[in-house]
């Protein structure tokens, strides 16, 4: 299973942009899927989460209400729209799929299988 993460750029506060995230190989699968984000000497920390059905998403506190999560499974695809953009939201942006299950928690890295490369998110005041 590969994932491919694109969609990053430079934008300003208050700024949107939106990710994308295509999943190949092993698409007869299906995966839950999740975004995390890791900025310059932090370490990686979950952003959003999605279930294979999409019906059920969680978020990071601090971007609900700001990001939204969302996927298209004929397209293989997952998206991260990123509204009210923050300087604090500057990061390398990572998707990564688990095959879809039951999770007590979406927010843990140790729960993904599969990761994309980064997609740098840069945020200027």
């Known amino acids: 299973v590969q994932l491919q993460a694109s969609g990053g750029g430079l934008v300003q506060a208050g700024g949107s942009l939106r990710l994308s995230c295509v999943v190949s190989?092993?698409?007869?699968?299906?995966?839950?899927m999740g975004w995390f984000r890791q900025a310059p000497g932090k370490e990686r920390e979950f952003v959003a989460s999605?279930?294979?059905?999409?019906?059920?998403?969680s978020y990071k506190d601090s971007v609900e209400g700001r990001f939204t999560i969302s996927r298209d499974n004929a397209k293989n695809t997952v998206f991260l729209q990123m509204n009210s953009l923050k300087p604090e939201d500057t990061a390398a942006y990572y998707c990564?799929?688990?095959?879809?299950?039951?999770?007590?928690?979406?927010?843990?890295?140790?729960?993904?299988?599969?990761w994309g490369n980064g997609t740098l998110v840069t945020v200027s005041s």
């Open positions: 990564a799929a688990t095959p879809a299950g039951s999770y007590a928690t979406m927010s843990s890295e140790g729960l993904y299988d599969y």
């Open positions: 999605i279930s294979w059905s999409g019906g059920s998403r």
């Open positions: 190989g092993r698409t007869d699968r299906s995966y839950a």
